[in-house]
């Protein structure tokens, strides 16, 4: 199946976001998740069985040309965020940390973004960004728990486009849609893991595909 004609069908079931998360497994990579969706975007994360863990798998489907993210500790401030957007037949992804409301500067810190190849493109009117999240999961309060049951997180899109699309440290315009959601950590945890974090490779993930 398509997934320029997939994608609609999950993001437009729902004009606002789901409160809880779901499962779903994405068609191309194989990889299951507990996600949550709305019209704009759909945010999935998938975990390992060790609840001490420190990686993650996520995946940011969005439409349009403007950027899409997460706080992956509930509201922004204060938390790590993950942003992603299209730029040309590319995806740049970016970590960012908001010590206010207002245009978050990237974060630096251990924690990397290696993307899946497989799960990762751009179409005519979405893009998709999948990737292993290593050392992102931290104890410090600005990501969820590992451990948890349910585990608030963040998320926000934007209509337009960044500042500067080919930059990862671009300014980012102010979103045009927000909100959390609590997410099934316990539900995303899968023995399957390790098979999946091994379909992340260094080399850039570009891709056009209608």
């Known amino acids: 199946m398509k997934f320029s004609t997939f994608l609609p069908a999950i993001l437009a079931t729902t004009a606002t976001a789901q409160t809880a998360s779901s499962a779903y497994t994405d068609a191309k990579t194989g990889i299951s998740y507990q996600a949550f969706s709305n019209a704009n975007i759909l945010f999935g994360v998938a975990l390992d069985t060790n609840g001490t863990q420190t990686d993650f798998i ?17 509201p922004m401030v204060g938390k790590l965020l993950i942003a992603a957007w299209p730029n040309s037949n590319a995806v740049v992804s970016t970590f960012r ?7 978050p500067p990237a974060a630096t810190g251990s924690f990397t973004m290696t993307p899946i190849a497989s799960g990762t493109f751009v179409n005519t009117t979405h893009f998709s960004y999948t990737f292993l999240c290593k050392g992102c999961i931290l104890a410090d309060g600005t990501t969820f728990k590992a451990s ?3 585990e608030t997180i963040g998320w926000a899109h934007s209509t337009t486009a960044p500042t500067t699309p080919a930059s990862a440290s671009s300014a980012l315009n102010h979103h045009s849609s927000e909100g959390t959601v609590k997410v099934n950590v316990a539900g995303a945890q899968s023995a ?10 260094p080399a850039k993930a570009i891709g056009f595909k209608a």
Request: charged fraction near 15%; aromatic fraction near 8%.
């Open 97 to 103: 940390k908001a010590t206010a409301k207002s245009n």
């Open 192 to 201: 399957k893991f390790g098979t999946w974090a091994a379909l992340a490779s």
């Open 58 to 74: 996520g995946t940011i489907v969005a439409k349009g040309k403007g950027w899409a993210g997460v706080s992956l500790g509930g």
């Open 148 to 150: 948890g049951a349910a």
